[in-house]
């Protein structure tokens, strides 16, 4: 059974940063595609930072610079930091693991920057 659990988020104040870690279990994870999704109300999905097949990270524009994107391997673990949060980055943040033609999510982890 494949299970992909996010933890980390919360409330924090614009400017402030947090760290969300995805622990993942029943695939061969090194060889997924690793990335972060998040969905604000009223808002489509949308990727945050993914890990390319090729190993390339991937950033939307409203991100770059201010997250960053890492995956442990011996731990099964994607991580995303996120620092200099704004109140736009308000969203249910997704971990999804893409490979071996499917695609996985996780239950979602809900990150609030309001002051």
């Known amino acids: 059974q494949v299970q992909l659990v996010e933890s980390g988020g919360g409330l924090v104040q614009p400017g402030g940063s947090l760290r969300l870690s995805c622990a993942a279990s029943g695939i061969m994870f090194s060889i997924y595609s690793m990335g972060w999704y998040r969905q604000a109300p009223g808002k489509q999905r949308e990727l945050v930072a993914a890990f390319s097949s090729g190993g390339r990270t991937n950033y939307a524009d409203s991100v770059k610079g201010r997250f960053t994107i890492s995956r442990e391997n011996a731990k099964n673990a994607v991580y995303l930091q996120m620092n200099s949060l704004k109140p736009e980055d308000t969203a249910v943040y997704y971990c999804?693991?893409?490979?071996?033609?499917?695609?996985?999510w996780g239950q979602g982890t809900q990150v609030t920057v309001s002051s």
């Open positions: 999804n693991a893409q490979g071996q033609s499917r695609s996985y």
